[in-house]
Nanobody
Framework: QVQLVESGGGLAQAGGSLRLACAAS????????MGWFRQAPGKEREFVSS????????YYSDSVKGRFTISRDNAKSSVYLQMDSLKPEDTAIYYC??????????????????WGQGTQVTVSS
């Protein structure tokens, strides 16, 4: 079992920044690829970004590419999402997720085995 706990959400103004963190425990963190997903009110959960176990490969949705940066620190068993140039449409609950080794699809929600409880991000215009 892997336990994931997100933090860092909150309220930001459009154009501002927030940094989310996700702390993992329970298994060897470096065995897992990590992803961030989000769910806006009334919408389905969607892929935001993911990162390979060694941090070499990063993937982003088109909606956040160039504004968000994913990173990880295996020594701290943590993954981060730096969110810059925030827009009101980034308002959502953000979830981190883990999948062991290499997923078939980096952006497919069903590929991920473990999920955090989510952290709310609200961007005001």
């Amino acid at each position: 079992q892997v336990q994931l706990v997100e933090s860092g959400g909150g309220l930001a103004q459009a154009g501002g920044s927030l940094r989310l963190a996700c702390a993992a425990s329970g298994r060897r963190f470096s065995d897992y690829a990590m992803g961030w997903f989000r769910q806006a009110p009334g919408k389905e959960r969607e892929f935001v970004s993911s990162i390979s176990w060694n941090g070499i490969n990063e993937y982003y949705s088109d909606s956040v590419k160039g504004r968000f940066t994913i990173s990880r620190d295996n020594a701290k068993s943590s993954v981060y999402l730096q969110m810059d140039s925030l827009k009101p449409e980034d308002t959502a609950i953000y979830y981190c997720a883990a999948v062991q080794y290499l997923p078939t699809s980096w952006s497919k929600e069903s590929e991920y085995d473990y999920w955090g409880q989510g952290t709310q991000v609200t961007v005001s215009s």
